[in-house]
């Protein structure tokens, strides 16, 4: 049985950027713990000898030329942003 | 009749004939989008100005070469960004998104056919969900009967052309999304082969599984709305530059000698009895029709769900770190400092089911449980790809229940996660495999809920499965059933 405890939820939590509330944590615990409990199931097979798929085409890499070109002008690119100041996305402080 | 009983072929034939106009296919849409969706509540945002008038613009421009999408109403779901219109993902975290900076290469395709883009469809949250209950903003419901959920994610999408609002629609399917609510609204949807069409513009989930497919009402159209939707992308690195098929060529094909798979796995305990005669009755059409089935086995079925469960919510932890509160989205107004600001925005912003996958895939890829989790699972995608492959080696199609159960209650299922994820069994190893599924109409239940036929194909051999559905479709009458809304007969 997989135990995942509140500290390790917290710490999850943290690394995912998510705030959750003590009654959050409590429901996640439990959540997480029945999800990765039937996750488990996958240990029946023995997969020592078998390939990790990462997606199913047989793709190769494809290079563009590096050249600059017409995409998002910087008025655009900021019309849909929160907050903003001279031309940039502006954010709360980083230092307290 | 509405005039979204026809088919493309002969809106096009009433448009040239002049019996019709774009403006009328387009106020129809909107009337019966008044009419009805107060019932259905398929659609977040509607377009109408605009849409009205591209209408006039297209009648003024029809000629003998238009497209045989010309002026067809359509349907978008909202985790396809469209230029100008907003796109939320059904998640409050976008709810100020008003004005997305460019069209999907899909809706960009559907725009240079002259389709007219009539609103944004419902969804789960970032498409996170099989009932449509994990909306932000409403609960779609199942036209054929409204106490039912009309599945999901793609919820919005299968409703809005089961209920006649709008002529087809797109929708999007990482484990299932298209091909169950399809299955729910007893419309056609298909999951192309992964990489057939341009994500450029879907708003990532899970970027391994993840494929935009169309909705219809017949087999037919859904070739052509497929056809004008493919092709290589250079904006999407996945984007497979393949020869594309003349799909509608293949639909009038004989299915005479046809090699029928049905995996002894999709029949067995948890699928319906209901489902289970559907499916068996649909094969003895395809006997009668002479082609010929056996039983097989996808011998790894049973841990598709768990893999799936572990990749996408992996993936979509990466992808949805992009909504930060930086460049577009809602910010918190409650942080003082900029990670305060990533947390409470992201918590703020967005709904328990996506904080649920966001934190099992983060856990999941986090240091100590990655080997264990994320590349087992990567491991086990393996043997279910190898399943398909083998069955593929003998067979030219698999064929099998879209789903375990016909749709179930609003309300039944949403507070169960693995309940809820259950419901994918039957559609998630498709997508784990890259391999196209197509869910049609074949039979109701005795509540009067439709039953869908999951049909699936080879890598890129949608040509067989357009074959198929076709065959059964001319050979059955389960399509031509409407729901009955507002005042329908």
């Known amino acids: ?96 | 009749m509405s005039l979204f009983d026809y088919t493309l072929k002969e809106l096009q034939e009433k448009l040239h004939n002049k019996e019709i106009t774009v403006s009328d296919l387009v106020s129809d849409s909107y009337t019966r989008i008044r009419d009805v969706d107060d019932q259905v509540k398929a659609f977040l945002t509607l377009d109408e100005e605009n849409a009205m008038e591209k209408a006039k613009q297209l009648d003024e421009q029809l000629g003998a070469d238009a497209s045989i999408l010309y002026g067809v109403p359509l349907g978008v779901k909202d985790n396809i960004v469209t230029k100008g219109l907003r796109t939320t993902c059904a998640s409050q975290f976008l709810d100020n998104f008003n004005d997305p900076l460019y069209d999907a290469t899909v809706v960009q395709k559907l725009d240079e056919q002259n389709t007219v883009t009539i609103g944004k469809l419902n969804m789960d949250e970032f498409a996170m969900g099989s009932s449509n209950e994990n909306s932000s903003y409403q609960k779609t419901r199942n036209p054929w009967n409204t106490d039912y959920v009309p599945g999901g994610s793609s919820g919005g999408s299968a409703a809005a052309v089961a209920a006649r609002e709008v002529f087809f629609s797109l929708g999007s399917d990482t484990g299932g999304s298209i091909r169950q609510p399809a299955a729910f609204c007893g419309v056609v949807g298909l999951k192309p082969t992964y990489g057939l069409v341009s994500r450029f513009g879907l708003v990532a989930f899970a970027s391994s599984l993840d494929q935009i497919g169309p909705i219809t009402r017949t087999v037919e159209d859904n070739a052509h709305l497929l056809q004008a939707i493919v092709g290589h992308d250079q904006m999407d690195a996945t984007s497979a530059d393949i020869e594309i098929p003349n799909y509608s060529e293949a639909l009038h094909q004989d299915v005479k000698g046809l090699k029928i798979a049905v995996p002894s796995e999709y029949l067995q305990e948890g699928v319906n009895q209901e489902v289970r005669e559907s499916v068996l009755n649909a094969l003895k059409v395809y006997e009668d029709m002479g082609a010929t089935w056996e039983e097989v086995s996808l011998p790894h079925s049973k841990y598709a769900v768990a893999a799936y469960y572990l990749l996408s919510s992996s993936e979509a932890s990466a992808n949805l770190a992009r909504f930060d509160g930086v460049r577009y989205g809602v910010r918190s107004e409650n942080a003082n400092n900029m990670l305060d600001m990533f947390k409470m925005s992201r918590s703020e912003g967005f709904g328990d089911e996506v904080k649920r996958r966001i934190m099992l895939g983060t856990f999941a890829l986090s240091s100590g449980y990655y080997d264990a989790y994320y590349k087992k699972a990567q491991k086990v995608r393996t043997l279910i790809k190898n399943d398909f492959d083998k069955v593929f080696e003998d067979y030219d199609i698999i064929i099998g229940p879209t789903t375990p159960t016909p749709a179930f209650k609003i309300g039944e299922k949403i507070d169960d996660p693995l309940t809820m994820y259950a419901n994918d069994i039957l559609t998630i190893p498709v997508n784990l495999a890259g391999v196209p599924g197509m869910s049609i109409p074949c039979g109701f239940s005795s509540e009067g809920l439709p039953i869908g036929l999951q049909l699936i194909g080879k890598h890129f051999d949608e040509q067989t499965i357009f074959k198929a559905a076709h065959a059964f479709e001319k050979a059955t009458d389960h399509h031509k059933k409407r729901p009955a809304l507002g005042g329908d007969q």
């Open chain 1, 1 to 96: 049985m997989a135990e995942i405890s509140k500290e390790q939820v917290k710490h999850v939590a943290h690394l995912a950027r998510l705030a959750l509330s003590e009654d959050e944590v409590e429901k996640m615990t439990k959540q997480l713990g029945d999800i990765i409990d039937y996750a488990e199931l996958l240990n029946e097979l023995d997969t020592d000898n078998v390939e990790p798929t990462t997606h199913t085409l047989d793709l190769k890499n494809v290079m563009r030329k590096d050249e600059p070109r017409k995409w998002i002008n910087k008025e655009d690119a900021l019309k849909n942003a929160p907050d903003q100041q001279a031309g940039q996305f502006r954010v709360p402080s980083i230092l307290e």
